[in-house]
């Protein structure tokens, strides 16, 4: 066992209450730094908690030891993504425009074709409505300045199109399909964006615990975009200085949750606003387990 790291009841309010705030665990330990604590030592606490906090389990007492921190730091593993620079999938040649490893972030090109971009918006259009979050509180779906778009979802396998599309991305992320929460269309107009946040699923919430119990922690996300966007709209993570430009047909996808269950706070990400034009994505997040929706 390694040395014992000791921290106040003070400094671990502060450090949960700002991981509950939604606050990864770097601009955290900058701030430690800043306030004279050695960079190893606010690292270890900084991320055992967050580890804690993001997977439900107790939080550490009055300190942590050093092999308890290294154990809590994401352990990076290979891609579910299937592999090669061109993958052939239900007709179409797919191509890795470029890939990230930690995160483990991969651009696509070519994932839909124009005609089902198209198809997709079209569907859409008379279902939108402003776009909501969840209250990290309450687990309730509420309106928020932080997501400024609209947005609909498709019931899995809703349509003979979003069938072929469901299944086709089952194949490409290499989960079952019903593993694949419902297809979801957002437009973002000019000025819109979507603040920093995470895909995965905090447990700090009832709503959130029962998600959790019914189909597992969400695992990976797949962005895709439907139109060119004339100036702004990127995929932005923040911890990794990666911003990826949307282009119609294309895609990024991304993981967080390795086989483990531990979850990668680099996977931060943002919508960058829109600046010119507008945006239309289509989003798909995959289940540790089939997917069973509330109700």
């Not at 060119?228 to 990666?242: N, R």
């Not at 680099?266 to 798909?284: C, D």
């Amino acid at each position: 066992m390694g040395a014992r790291i000791h921290f106040t009841p003070e400094l671990k309010h502060w450090i949960v209450h700002n991981i509950d705030r939604g606050i990864p665990p770097a601009p955290l330990v900058c701030n430690m730094v800043e306030q004279g604590f050695d960079p190893q030592v606010a690292a270890s606490l900084v991320h055992t908690v967050w580890a804690a906090r993001a997977t439900g389990a107790a939080l550490p007492d009055d300190g942590i030891d050093a092999d308890q921190a290294a154990a809590a730091r994401y352990r990076p593993q290979p891609s579910r993504l299937m592999a090669g620079n061109r993958i052939e999938l239900d007709g179409r040649a797919i191509r890795v425009a470029s890939t990230l490893m930690q995160p483990v972030v991969t651009v696509l090109d070519n994932v839909l074709s124009a005609a089902e971009c198209e198809q997709l918006i079209a569907l859409a259009t008379p279902r939108l409505a402003p776009s909501t979050i969840v209250d990290p509180a309450s687990g309730m779906d509420t309106a928020s300045a932080a997501r400024s778009s609209h947005g609909m979802f498709f019931r899995p396998q809703e349509n003979a199109l979003v069938e072929r599309i469901d299944r086709r991305l089952a194949q490409l992320m290499q989960l079952p399909l019903e593993n694949g929460e419902g297809l979801q269309v957002l437009r973002y107009g000019a000025g819109a964006e979507s603040t920093p946040h995470f895909d995965f699923l905090m447990p700090g919430n009832a709503a959130n615990v029962a998600s959790l119990a019914r189909s597992g922690q969400r695992v990976s996300t797949l962005v895709m975009y439907l139109n060119d966007v004339d100036h702004g709209g990127e995929t932005v993570f923040p911890e990794a200085g990666l911003a990826v430009a949307p282009r119609r047909g294309g895609a990024v996808y991304f993981e967080y949750c390795n086989a483990d269950g531990q979850l990668n706070p680099l996977s931060l990400h943002a919508g960058a606003p829109v600046l010119a034009g507008e945006k239309w994505v289509a989003t798909r997040w995959m289940r540790q387990r089939r997917f069973v929706p509330a109700g």
